[in-house]
């Protein structure tokens, strides 16, 4: 369905000088800085996935996800999406895309909200009957009955988020990118975001690239992450192989060695110990040497895994 391969946008853009004659300077000397926002990025998506697609602040999602829907065109590399290469077919893949950018609304500021979403259908033309469907069915499942006549300029960040949800998927596209859907969002709000990500994924078999800095969207919707970092891939599989790592027996010694049989202190003068299937074992061979003054089972959430993944 999506298929990316050695992707790669490299942004250049004027340096500009300050001070005085600046200005003058930026004209008159043309040089340029250059980001590489996306570098050598491959995979890819089958249908029906829901893809959490992750990284620190200007990692190159959005850039990622601008290039797939076509607004933004790739320093080399190609990428199909669902037979299509979406700069080249811009308005075909549209048809195929349901996008939401969380940090900026899609939506007529100006007009009631349901006058927009009419708007959309016309855009996707979507015959009269079928948009109704559609709308009733957002409706219910966006709850967006209390705000439809509202104009989106006065909605919540939590109603606006719906009605984009709304907007995106109006007209049934079979992909769905979401940057940052959630954020800012108070936490009845993100599971309202949640519920519908999972209901449309599951009713009409949608493909959702989701990024998100709510490792809970994660752990709620995704099988499966792209870890991405300075514009390369860091990390991609599944999540449960990730998180699938011995559990981890954490003690404190009386005593304060510094290793003990080969294992090192953390930062925090603890010993970690993985721990394989004895459990008793390895507490009782610990304790024939040393006194433990306290000790406790870590589960490797999620989050410590990625961290783990960053500082490798
Ligand atoms: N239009 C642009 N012009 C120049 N640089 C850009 C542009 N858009 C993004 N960048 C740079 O590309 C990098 C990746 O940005 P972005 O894709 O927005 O990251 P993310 O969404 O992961 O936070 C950043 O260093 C950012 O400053
Ligand atoms: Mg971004």
């Known amino acids: 369905m999506i298929r990316v391969e050695g992707l790669t946008k490299v942004f250049r853009r004027p340096r500009t000088f300050s001070g005085p004659f600046g200005a003058l300077r930026t004209l008159v000397t043309r040089q340029h800085e250059e980001t590489t926002a996306v570098d050598d990025v491959t995979f890819e998506i089958d249908e029906g996935e829901v893809v959490g697609y992750l990284g620190p602040n200007g990692a190159g999602k959005s850039t990622t996800i601008?290039?797939?829907?076509?607004?933004?065109?790739?320093?080399?590399?190609?990428?199909?999406?669902?037979?299509?290469?979406?700069?080249?077919?811009?308005?075909?893949?549209?048809?195929?895309?349901?996008?939401?950018?969380?940090?900026?609304?899609?939506?007529?500021?100006?007009?009631?909200?349901?006058?927009?979403?009419?708007?959309?259908?016309?855009?996707?033309?979507?015959?009269?009957?079928?948009?109704?469907?559609?709308?009733?069915?957002?409706?219910?499942?966006?709850?967006?009955?209390?705000?439809?006549?509202?104009?989106?300029?006065?909605?919540?960040?939590?109603?606006?988020?719906?009605?984009?949800l709304a907007a995106a998927v109006l007209y049934e596209p079979p992909l769905l990118y979401l940057d940052e859907p959630t954020v800012g969002l108070d936490v009845l709000a993100k599971e309202a975001v949640r519920e519908f990500i999972m209901e449309t994924n599951r009713i009409g078999r949608t493909t959702v690239i989701l990024t998100t800095h709510d490792l809970a969207d994660v752990e709620a919707l995704c099988k499966r992450i792209v870890l991405i970092d300075q514009g390369r891939v860091l990390f991609d599989g599944a999540i449960d192989a990730l998180v699938d790592q011995p559990r981890r027996l954490v003690v404190l010694l009386d005593a304060e060695p510094e290793e003990v049989r080969g294992?090192?202190?953390?930062?925090?003068?603890?010993?970690?110990?993985?721990?394989?299937?004895?459990?008793?074992?390895?507490?009782?061979?610990?304790?024939?040497?040393?006194?433990?003054?306290?000790?406790?089972?870590?589960?490797?959430?999620?989050?410590?895994?990625?961290?783990?993944?960053?500082?490798r």
């Open 66 to 164: 601008k290039i797939l829907t076509g607004i933004l065109t790739p320093t080399s590399g190609t990428v199909e999406v669902n037979g299509l290469v979406p700069w080249r077919d811009r308005s075909a893949n549209a048809r195929n895309v349901g996008v939401v950018f969380g940090q900026r609304s899609q939506l007529w500021w100006d007009l009631p909200l349901i006058e927009s979403l009419r708007l959309v259908g016309a855009l996707y033309d979507v015959p009269a009957p079928r948009f109704e469907t559609s709308l009733k069915k957002l409706r219910d499942l966006l709850g967006l009955d209390g705000f439809l006549d509202t104009p989106v300029r006065q909605l919540s960040l939590g109603q606006r988020m719906r009605g984009d």
């Open 263 to 311: 294992v090192s202190r953390d930062l925090e003068g603890r010993y970690v110990f993985e721990i394989r299937d004895d459990l008793p074992g390895l507490i009782a061979s610990i304790a024939a040497e040393h006194t433990i003054r306290d000790m406790s089972i870590e589960e490797p959430a999620l989050e410590s895994v990625i961290k783990g993944i960053y500082t």
